[in-house]
């Protein structure tokens, strides 16, 4: 049987380049764009929950267990984040958790690690020595990636201090403890939670205290997360002297889709440094 002229052209484009076929499946957006920087535009990288998708109450779909069967490498945060993802990744020899819940010095890895210039360049790391083991052939490529995007980190942890040195002595409320890392990066105060983990809802004593203190202007800023429960945050009376802002930790504006995780960060560090701005009124 002849050959044809497609057939052809798709053995060779194969032979020249055989990791056009190749998958890299990232669980979430953050975890996404950092591969991105390590492992450049030749792969294929996707991901796996769609953007602002909530990884905490994420439910695994019949496609979404084929792509991740099928994909060379699984990048995900780990099973402190992704407690629904344990049982499928926890057993895959392609899976790399980025955050394996170890302690480092005095503190526990966050599973919101990306969060933190500092803690994300053990994340990238991470990223390619498993990039480097899947496909050794470009090793380089990768460790070149590596050296400059940890110089852009080193850019970007500067930049967020001195921007986000003027929170620094505001009482804050946290819809969620996603910031709790960045938070004790940059002395930022780690505030009061109202929905710690993986927690639906929060308890009855968190909800009366921050009641409270909302109510007679005790607090500067309360920081909501669009990809959480918003029940309990339209019950309480904020006062006029504090401030509501709103920031996805994946998305950083919400109903945005960052094209990088520097793109990412800056937006998530904007919006968390209008916590420093008052209102009219001035503060108490």
């Known amino acids: 049987m002849p050959v044809s002229k497609f ?19 990232s669980t979430i957006l953050p975890v996404q764009l950092i591969v991105k920087e390590i492992a450049g535009d030749d792969l294929d990288n996707a991901v796996l929950m769609s953007p602002g998708s909530s990884p905490h109450y994420y439910a695994l779909s019949m496609s979404d267990r084929q792509r991740l069967a099928e994909a060379d490498l699984v990048f995900w945060m ?12 926890a057993s895959n020899d392609k899976s790399v958790p980025l ?3 170890e302690t480092l010095g005095h503190a526990r890895e966050s599973p919101h690690a990306w969060l933190d ?11 390619a020595d498993a990039l480097k083991g899947r496909f050794p052939q470009f090793s380089r490529q990768f460790t070149d990636n590596l050296k400059e995007f940890e110089r852009r980190l080193r850019v970007l942890d500067e ?21 709790t890392s960045l938070a004790r990066q940059y002395g930022l105060p780690e505030g009061i939670v109202l929905l710690p983990g993986h ?20 607090v500067d800023c309360v920081v909501t997360d669009p990809t959480l429960p918003s029940g309990l945050l339209k019950t309480l009376k904020v006062s006029q002297y504090t401030l ?7 998305l950083g ?12 960060m800056e937006e998530v560090v904007d919006r968390l440094s209008l916590c420093g701005k008052r209102t009219a009124a001035g503060k108490r």
């Open 99 to 101: 955050v394996a819940g």
């Open 117 to 127: 210039p500092i803690a994300v360049r053990t994340m990238a790391v991470r990223i």
């Open 159 to 179: 930049d967020s201090r001195a921007q986000l040195g003027s929170l620094r002595d505001l009482n804050l409320v946290y819809h969620h403890d996603s910031f």
């Open 244 to 250: 509501t802002v709103e920031v996805s930790p994946l």
């Open 78 to 89: 780990g099973p402190d984040l992704e407690a629904t993802l344990r049982r499928v990744l």
């Open 199 to 218: 927690a639906r809802q929060a308890s009855v004593k968190t909800s009366l205290e921050v009641s409270r203190i909302l109510a007679e202007g005790e």
């Open 7 to 25: 057939t052809t052209t798709l053995f060779l484009i194969l032979c020249v380049n055989p990791v056009w076929a190749q998958k890299l499946v």
């Open 253 to 264: 504006a919400p109903e945005t889709v960052p094209e990088s995780y520097f793109e990412l």
